[in-house]
């Protein structure tokens, strides 16, 4: 079956830009979490939605960042005045629901903020 | 804090030898434990999980890991080494009574299989 999905693959913006990153999970799964990825480093956990609420947002790291999840399905990670900072590689990933669930994730969206 | 140690940077052996990469942790009670791998430009694929029972566990790709409570330590292993297996591996716990699902990552061990 289709596995999670993201968009775009790669992002090239300019400080102080707004971007949209995208996250399609896989069918039915009701959690979903957002990671970001430094060179060198391992994932770092940012959001964690349960449905349509964002059940724990402790990693994000300011109030620039943000994220929904509408509908229960697709999400979007938000970034308002980017920084060169925020360059990484977004990660997203779902799973069935249970805590012993395996996360799956996307390939990933490389942001790049020049 | 909770963490995650992979002391090594970079792992190398010869092909068809065994590998182990470790993981510590720290991290209180019994957390779930899994392995992933990540290949160039690619997102991090699932290997194996601990999550109770048998402290050997089998996954993906003949690769197994061994749980060991006393030393905090999940290490993955391999029992022959394959050149296709070099990529990079990160080991992540999940602490059992958080109610929060995120997963807590190490900083990744570099495998590097000379033919």
């Known amino acids: 079956g289709a596995g999670v999905s993201q968009t775009p693959s790669n992002k090239v913006t300019e400080k102080g830009k707004y971007v949209e990153l995208r996250c399609d999970p896989i069918?039915?799964?009701?959690?979903l979490y957002w990671y970001r990825q430094s060179l060198g480093q391992g994932p770092e956990f940012l959001i964690y939605f349960q449905g349509t609420g964002a059940a724990d947002d402790s990693g994000l790291p300011n109030d620039r960042f943000f994220a929904v999840r509408p509908e229960g399905s697709v999400s979007t990670l938000k970034i308002q005045r980017t920084e060169r900072g925020d360059s990484a590689v977004y990660l997203c990933?779902?799973?069935?629901?249970?805590?012993?669930?395996?996360?799956?994730f996307g390939p990933g969206t490389r942001l790049t903020v020049l | 804090a909770q963490s995650v140690a992979q002391p090594e940077d970079q792992v190398n052996v010869a092909e068809g030898n065994p590998l182990t990469v470790k993981c510590t942790y720290s991290?209180?009670?019994?957390?779930?434990l899994f392995w992933y791998v990540q290949y160039p430009n690619r997102g991090l694929q699932f290997l194996l999980k601990y999550i109770t029972g048998d402290n050997l566990v089998k996954g993906s790709y003949g690769f197994e890991a061994e749980f060991n409570k006393s030393q905090t330590s999940f290490h993955l292993k391999k029992p022959s080494a394959l050149v296709s297996d070099s990529a990079l591996y990160f080991c992540?716990?999940?602490?059992?009574?958080?109610?929060?699902?995120?997963?807590?990552f190490g900083s990744g061990t570099r495998l590097l299989v000379r033919p």
């Open positions: 069918s039915g799964h009701t959690a």
């Open positions: 992540a716990v999940r602490p059992r009574m958080d109610s929060s699902y995120k997963l807590i």
């Open positions: 991290v209180s009670g019994n957390p779930y």
């Open positions: 990933a779902s799973s069935p629901r249970g805590a012993a669930d395996t996360q799956y």
